[in-house]
Structure formats: structure tokens, C-alpha cells
């Protein structure tokens, strides 16, 4: 699908990889609309001086009533809803159990709240703005949906919540492909590997970012603007669906 034209809603569109998809998306001639929690009217005033189509939206993608107005507002603002980018994705990391060394006993357990939160947002949030994307996309017979997994979907240490999110997200990829696939829909995910932005930055400790750097085989993180790149793969080549493209530099968890 060409992206001149079209019109693209890119959730947790604010900051890092999301924003990177935006202007990306907008200088490629796209209509865009950001829906985010946080920063989305600062984000689409920016790209707008810069003479860029977009939109800001408050969205939490948790929230059934807010995903269906992202996407109903892309088609009131711009008469379609071509791309949808599920991109909108929090870390809340911690081990499963913690032991006591001395005692041998239990001392720590994982909370309800911390999984649920990362599956609220990272998982059921694609549920519900994937569906609504793709209900709109079904009445208009086209439309490509991107989703965010991630290498953390084999099994990352310390990410109980976020690895099987990101493993359901790779899932659903799957799924979709092959549901929607009679409606003129594509579906595909991407796993980036580690890359630049506030999420890895400000959330993961420093030390092991800099393990993670040692185990990349290209030797450094990614940058939100290479995501975005493919992204545009992804969209622009009709005979990508059903999978999930690795972007990592080569890192495999
Ligand atoms: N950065 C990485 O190394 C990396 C690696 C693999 C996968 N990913 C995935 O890529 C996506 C983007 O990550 P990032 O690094 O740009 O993160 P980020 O934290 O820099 O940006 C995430 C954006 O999502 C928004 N957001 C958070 N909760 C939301 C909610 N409930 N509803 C709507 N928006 C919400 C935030 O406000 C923010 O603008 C995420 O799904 C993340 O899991 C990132």
C-alpha cells in the first residue's frame, strides 16, 4: 500500500518508536492521527509546524470506549482508516518470585497489579484497538494493522508480564492475518530488539543496558526511526503478512 495520502493512526504516537513512526509516516504524505495518554497535543502541534498532517487524540488503549474513538475519530477527521500502528506499550518488570538467600524462604511475589497492568495495556490494549481498527477496515475492504511485539517474546528474564504480552501480540499477528485476510486487510508484527528510546533509556537499569549492548551483534541499540522504517516496509510491501519482522541487530533473547 502506498502511504501518500493515506490515513494512518499510530497509538503511544507521542515519544520514541511511536513518534518515529508518525513522522516518518507524515513525511511520506500520510494523514496521521496520535493517540496517546501523554504528550500527544505537544507531539502533533510539533510535527504540524514542521508543515506535517497530524492530529493528537487522547486514547489509553486499555479502554474500550477510548479505542473505539481513536479510530472512529481518524475516519470523522480524514474520511478513512487505512494503517492502524499498535504501538502503545509499558514495562513493568520484576522477577516472578524472590527467595532470601539466608532464610531459603519466599520473600517477594510478583503482584497481581504488575501483571496485569503491562497485559492491560500491551496486550488487551492491541485486542481492543485492533479490533476497532480492523471493524472499519472490513466495511472499507483495505487496511494494513502493525503491531509491537518484541524479541522479549521468547522469554525474557524478568519480564513475566511483558514477554507473554509481547508473545500473545506475535500471536494475535497470526490470527488476524489469516481472519481478516478475505476483507483486503495485511496484518504483520515487529520485535525490535533494544532501541533508544525514554522506555529503554529511563526504565532499565544502566548496567543492563550495557550487557544487552555487549550480546548485540551490530554492537549498538536501535533507533526509533529504524522501527519506523520498517514499519514502512511492512505497509508499502503487499506480500508482507501473517509475521512477525525481527529488528534487532541481529540480538536474539
Ligand atoms: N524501546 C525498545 O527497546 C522496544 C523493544 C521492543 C519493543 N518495544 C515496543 O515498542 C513500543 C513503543 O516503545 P517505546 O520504546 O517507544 O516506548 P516509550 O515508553 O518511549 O513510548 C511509549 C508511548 O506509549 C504511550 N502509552 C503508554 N501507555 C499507554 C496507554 N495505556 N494508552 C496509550 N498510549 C500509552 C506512552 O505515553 C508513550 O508515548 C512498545 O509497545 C514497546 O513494548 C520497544
Redesign the pocket.
Same mark, same amino acid.
Given at each position: 500500500m502506498e502511504i501518500k495520502g493515506k490515513v494512518a493512526v499510530v497509538? $503511544?504516537? !507521542?515519544?520514541?518508536?511511536?513518534?518515529a513512526i508518525v513522522e516518518r509516516f507524515a513525511k511520506a504524505g500520510a494523514k496521521c492521527v496520535i493517540?496517546? #495518554? @501523554? $504528550?500527544f497535543e505537544e507531539a502533533a502541534a510539533e510535527l504540524r509546524s514542521q508543515g506535517l498532517e497530524v492530529i493528537g487524540v487522547h486514547?489509553?488503549?486499555?479502554n474500550e470506549d477510548?479505542a473505539h474513538n481513536l479510530m472512529d475519530r481518524a475516519v470523522q477527521e480524514y474520511g478513512s482508516l487505512d494503517i492502524a500502528v499498535l %504501538? @502503545? $506499550?509499558?514495562?513493568r518488570d520484576g522477577l516472578l518470585i524472590k527467595v532470601d538467600k539466608a532464610t531459603g524462604k519466599v520473600a517477594h511475589k510478583m503482584p497481581l497489579s504488575q501483571w496485569q497492568s503491562v497485559i492491560? #495495556? %500491551?496486550l488487551t490494549?492491541v485486542f481492543l484497538t485492533g479490533r476497532e481498527a480492523a471493524a472499519i477496515m472490513a466495511e472499507q475492504g483495505h487496511g494494513v494493522i502493525v503491531m &509491537?511485539?518484541?524479541? @522479549?517474546r521468547t522469554g525474557n528474564f524478568g519480564q513475566s508480564n511483558?514477554s507473554a504480552a509481547?508473545a500473545g501480540v506475535a500471536s494475535l499477528a497470526m490470527v488476524w492475518a489469516k481472519e481478516l485476510s478475505r476483507y483486503g486487510i495485511r496484518v504483520a508484527a515487529i !520485535?525490535? $530488539?533494544?532501541?533508544?528510546?525514554? &522506555?529503554?533509556m529511563k526504565?532499565m537499569k544502566p548496567e543492563a543496558l550495557e550487557m544487552f549492548k555487549k550480546q548485540i551483534p551490530i554492537h549498538r541499540?536501535?533507533r526509533?526511526d529504524e522501527?519506523a522504517q520498517t514499519a514502512q516496509y511492512i505497509v508499502e510491501c503487499d506480500l508482507v503478512d501473517a509475521t512477525v519482522v525481527e529488528a534487532s541487530g541481529g540480538m536474539h533473547l
Open positions: 497509538t $503511544g504516537g !507521542a515519544r520514541g518508536i511511536g513518534r493517540g496517546d #495518554v @501523554a $504528550g486514547c489509553d488503549v486499555s477510548d %504501538n @502503545a $506499550g509499558i514495562l492491560d #495495556v %500491551n490494549g &509491537m511485539s518484541s524479541i @522479549a511483558y509481547k !520485535a525490535p $530488539g533494544f532501541i533508544e528510546t525514554p &522506555m529503554v526504565d541499540l536501535g526509533p522501527i
